[in-house]
């Protein structure tokens, strides 16, 4: 599924581009690291200065030429263009810098780039796919995928944008970033994705009035042209690209999980922020019930923004609690309440508001005495506490104290994204519950001094999709599963939570929630660090695929010895192999 891999760097690439064509193309361009033979050979001597640099020099050259720009979205922008120069540079640079660049090329930055996408706006990226050139989309898509191999596209309707609303044709910006990262940490070649932005429009009143929007200033579809919209293109993805993974990411809520109960059975389709934040929250608390030695079934949990993310975790620690714990449906789906912008979601509310998905969540009228968080804290003893609302500071003081009151850990994760609207600062709510707090973020946040003097810090585990999903799709792929099952979802859950630090220095301990920290003082954080995303995403995929494997959904049949091997060898590594002119070549690896 590659054409470059890490043991390919002395294998002979037969490419047809030639001088500026070639320099200008960001799949093959090499820079000032064409060799002198190839240099000859290609028509570069005269337009490259005489230097021949390895990719060390020119990451090194690069990272400080990104020094130089001074704030997190200038950064931004200087990868962006180093992406349209330089594929290889572009993923060695942030694969050696991986934890100080995932926030510039990620959340919470990338957020910021999409919000000011028309006003930064310099070339295009990706497959933009507007309505009013609907009559003409299958000619649109197959010019793009002509003579490529896809095996991923991840699609944007951009209506619920990390964290920021409704972003219109900007959302191009996450299927890119989300693609990027998928190479960065799933080893999946640059080549064989493709981000597209569906654009149907945007209810954002500030870009509909600015002349310098360049996405389709209309109001936003709804009903049956929307869905007529999605489906071509749906079905033109079915048809062209059957073996395909079809990721959507950031629809809106009255769109992401309907997409998916559609085309879920029909094509391999995942969306990131139902499944994608279901995996990784419900791997962050399997971690944290480990160490406090109590199960899943156990926990009594509020979540806080009953939107695509917050339903999506409420469905899938439920259904994990029917598998793992073998309670009942409905007695698992007992555990929640969820509550959003108008209080507790009961009977009445889901009455009023005809919220798709709340149905089967909706509580008594009469079993809150309030349906405030604190009233919901209070009343039924929550053990766990779950953010997903985009309510910075939601999380308030008596909150996090009446959390503390019923137990001697709460479980707390304030996931909303990017960092400005996080439900609660770590470091405050490590403060307000006396240390005790077991606490996941959905952004990056520093380290935090735990109470009691002394240097015991506790490193706040990222809870962000992204430690899941690209391994979800590149183990999707390896199987060429032709769906993404419920079980594939849970072996990555579970291949995840293996790996989590706090598990593992918690394994053998006899139970009771007595004391969760280590030998010096330090809480072990919930998630391995972000820094290890290539190999977690590594270890989910073979799960993914050995599960694929096992409910017969693959259309390959290896053992996990080959499987990894075959994972191994598949990993596009950004590396540069030796090229040969071939005038009818095509651009291709053999
Ligand atoms: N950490 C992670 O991996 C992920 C984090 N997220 C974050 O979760 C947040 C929500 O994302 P989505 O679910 O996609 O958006 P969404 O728009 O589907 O859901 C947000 C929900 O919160 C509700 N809400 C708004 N204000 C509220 C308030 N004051 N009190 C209670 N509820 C309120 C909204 O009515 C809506 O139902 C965003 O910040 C997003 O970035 C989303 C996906 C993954
Ligand atoms: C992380 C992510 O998918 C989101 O915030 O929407
Ligand atoms: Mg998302």
């Avoid at 469905?315 to 507790?344: C, H, N, P, S, W």
């Avoid at 430690?467 to 993404?484: E, N």
């Avoid at 049949?557 to 040969?580: H, N």
């Amino acid at each position: 599924m590659s054409t470059q891999s890490s043991n390919q760097a002395q294998h002979i690439c037969k490419v047809s581009l030639k001088g500026r064509a070639l320099l200008n193309d960001p799949q093959w361009n090499k820079g000032s690291a064409f060799i002198e033979e190839e240099r000859k050979a290609f028509g570069l001597v005269g337009i490259l200065p005489y230097k021949v640099n390895t990719l060390d020099e020119q990451i090194e050259r690069a990272y400080q030429q990104l020094k130089q720009r001074d704030t997190a979205i200038r950064q931004n922008s200087f990868l962006e263009s180093l992406k349209a120069q330089n594929w290889v540079l572009y993923y060695a640079l942030l694969q050696r810098y991986l934890k100080e660049l995932m926030p510039i090329v990620y959340t919470p930055t990338e957020a910021e780039a999409i919000a000011n996408y028309s006003h930064l706006f310099r070339r295009s990226e990706g497959l933009y796919l507007n309505y009013p050139h609907a009559d003409i989309m299958e000619e649109t898509f197959l010019d793009q995928i002509k003579g490529r191999n896809i095996d991923l596209i991840v699609c944007s309707d951009a209506e619920a944008i990390l964290g920021i609303g409704d972003q219109g044709v900007g959302g191009i910006g996450i299927s890119t970033a989300k693609a990027v990262i998928y190479t960065l940490v799933g080893g999946i070649d640059p080549a064989r994705s493709l981000p597209v932005s569906l654009d149907v429009g945007t209810d954002n009143e500030n870009l509909l009035n600015d002349p310098l929007y360049v996405g389709w200033q209309h109001k936003r579809l709804r009903g049956k042209e929307y869905d007529e919209f999605v489906d071509t293109f749906v079905q033109l993805v079915r048809k062209y690209l059957p073996h395909s993974l079809l990721h959507f990411e950031d629809f809106g809520v009255t769109n992401a999980q309907r997409l998916l109960d559609i085309y879920r059975d029909k094509h391999a389709v995942f969306n990131d922020d139902v499944q994608g934040t279901g995996a990784v929250t419900l791997a962050t608390l399997m971690s944290a019930v480990g160490i406090t030695k109590s199960k899943l079934s156990d926990q009594t949990i509020v979540v806080y923004g009953a939107g695509s993310a917050g339903l999506g975790i409420a469905r899938q620690i439920r259904d994990a609690m029917v598998i793992l714990d073998k309670i009942d449906k409905a007695e698992a789906t007992k555990r929640f309440y969820l509550i959003d912008k108008d209080g507790l979601v009961t009977k009445g509310l889901v009455a009023k508001c005809e919220h798709a998905g709340w149905a089967e969540f909706e509580r008594d009228d009469s079993e809150c005495r309030g349906t405030s968080l604190l009233d919901v804290i209070r009343d039924s003893k929550a053990t766990v506490l779950i953010g997903t609302s985009t309510h910075a500071g939601a999380f308030t003081e008596e909150v996090v104290k009446e959390m503390t009151k019923n137990n001697a850990h709460p479980i707390i994760f304030p996931l909303s994204n990017p960092t400005r609207l996080a439900e609660v600062q770590p470091k405050d709510a490590i403060k307000w519950s006396e240390g005790k707090a077991l606490m996941a973020t959905g952004s990056p946040f520093d380290p935090c001094d735990l109470p009691g003097g002394g240097k015991a810090i506790y490193s706040i585990a990222e809870c962000n999709n992204a430690l899941i999903y690209p391994g979800i799709g590149l183990g999707t792929m390896i199987a060429k599963a032709k769906k993404v099952s419920d079980g594939m979802l849970i072996a990555a859950t579970r291949r995840l939570a293996e790996l989590s630090p706090a598990l593992k220095s918690h394994q053998g301990e006899s139970g009771g929630q007595g004391d969760v920290r280590d030998s010096d003082g330090n809480l072990p954080p919930l998630l391995p660090d972000f820094g290890e995303a290539p190999h977690v995403n590594f270890e989910v995929a073979l799960a993914v695929a050995q599960c694929a494997i096992e409910e017969q959904l693959a259309t390959v049949d290896f053992e996990l010895d080959e499987l990894r091997q075959k994972a191994e060898i598949a990993r596009w590594m950004p590396s540069y192999p030796k090229y040969e002119y071939d005038p009818k070549g095509n651009s291709g690896m053999f």
